[in-house]
């Protein structure tokens, strides 16, 4: 049983299109989280949600557009996809939103934008 | 510069070394995340610690505030502990830093 699962796992796709990756929690977090690796493996902090409310937007361009219907869910919706926005996805959790709780973390999504 | 550096960034060891990876940081912190990402991808947390030392088995992780410095051993290390070492800092309101990760190659 999955703590943390983000679909899909492979992702390829055109310039351009519209994409999303889904992802679910049964932790019973309140925190959730995206991330992306670039090609170098450095992660950065795209989005912070915490019981459905928006905490953290790290200068992340507004084709990338982040869904929580839920605090279980955070969905990542990206528009007009670009070259650079290749990387791999990662959706986390922790129980609180102070940064000081353990991370749990799905198995990424790997996004290829040809 | 990166706010969190780590060292070595590639590590290769023949099976039972101790392994020391570290991870100096230059902003002031409340806590400090080790993780390990498997050659298949995906992240584990190992430990979160915001002070004194902290132990999982054959992994330890000790963290000195003052000198803005963590370390994570391994005891008796064996082929599965390879993977990438990440180190991560909480600063401010939520957000952590990554450092660039230390590849670690045991060889039997």
């Known amino acids: 049983d999955t703590a943390v699962s983000q679909t899909p796992k492979y992702l390829v796709t055109q310039m351009g299109n519209d994409k999303s990756i889904k992802c679910e929690q049964n932790?019973?977090?309140?925190?959730m989280y995206w991330y992306k690796q670039d090609s170098k493996k450095f992660l950065k902090i795209m989005f912070s949600?915490?019981?459905?409310?928006?905490?953290i937007n790290e200068t992340v361009p507004n084709r990338f557009s982040p869904k929580s219907p839920d605090k279980a869910h955070l969905n990542l919706h990206i528009n007009s996809l670009e070259l650079g926005d290749s990387a791999v996805y990662f959706c986390?959790?922790?129980?609180?939103?102070?940064?000081?709780?353990?991370?749990?973390f799905g198995s990424g999504t790997q996004l290829s934008v040809l | 510069k990166n706010e969190v550096e780590q060292s070595p960034q590639n590590l290769t060891a023949q099976e039972g070394e101790f392994i020391t990876i570290n991870c100096s940081y230059s902003v002031g912190i409340s806590a400090l995340h080790w993780l390990q990402q498997h050659p298949g991808g995906g992240i584990v947390s190992l430990f979160m610690l915001s002070s004194g030392k902290k132990k999982h088995g054959r992994l330890i992780a000790t963290i000195n505030i003052q000198e803005k410095h963590s370390s994570l051993h391994i005891t008796a290390s064996h082929p599965r502990d390879s993977a990438v070492y990440i180190c991560?800092?909480?600063?401010?309101?939520?957000?952590?830093?990554f450092g660039q990760g230390t590849r670690l190659t045991i060889n039997p």
């Open positions: 986390a959790s922790s129980q609180d939103w102070g940064g000081t709780e353990k991370l749990f």
């Open positions: 932790l019973g977090h309140d925190t």
């Open positions: 991560a800092v909480k600063q401010g309101a939520q957000k952590l830093v």
């Open positions: 949600y915490n019981n459905k409310e928006l905490i």
